[in-house]
């Protein structure tokens, strides 16, 4: 399976810009580039390109597999946001044998496929980014954080309950 990578944030100019670096050998190609911290720590560290010259300074966070959104390991690069910065480490990254741009969904398709969300928290996930009010911004944090999971097995618990029950009586009735 290839590592993927993608800008997390918006495109264009911005303070900073986070590129998100995910897959089996996301430690391994980020290694090529700076020193990594221990992971689920911070550090600030020179970022290079391939030939020695300097990228950026960056902030830069290491997610062991488990532990991060895809349920893979993931390091982030906090770079500042200029348009040449950002397109010089996806260019460099884009170089790197088994690393790959991700296409659109595919951070959360692999969340869901290794078990970090569900299709409720998936469809949540959009509605979250989509949101435009309070209101729907709410909703979609109540199925996110997995209430509406909870609640929706727990109606399926006292209805299976329920139709077991009416099965044993009818058994019953029968014999």
Do not use: W
Request: glycine residues 10%; charged residues 25%.
């Amino acid at each position: 399976m290839d590592s993927i990578f993608a800008q997390a944030t918006a495109t264009g100019r911005a303070g900073v810009s986070v590129i998100r670096l995910s897959g089996p050998q996301a430690f391994d190609i980020a290694r090529i580039f700076c020193k990594l911290p221990a992971v689920g720590r911070t550090g600030l560290r020179a970022v290079r390109g391939r030939d020695g010259a300097l990228i950026d300074q960056a902030l830069v966070l290491c997610f062991e597999q488990g532990a991060s959104f895809t349920g893979e390991r993931v390091v982030e690069f906090q770079v500042h946001g200029g348009l040449a910065t950002v397109a010089k480490l996806l260019s460099e990254l884009s170089e790197q044998e088994g690393c790959r741009l991700a296409e659109p969904g595919e951070f959360t398709r692999r969340a869901l496929e290794n078990g970090q969300l569900d299709l409720n928290q998936v469809e949540a996930l959009s509605d979250l980014i989509d949101a435009e009010t309070e209101s729907q911004r709410q909703q979609a944090i109540r199925v996110l954080d997995g209430r509406f999971g909870d609640a929706m097995g727990r109606l399926l618990s006292r209805h299976l309950c329920y139709v077991s029950s009416k099965v044993q009586a009818l058994r019953a009735s029968v014999l």
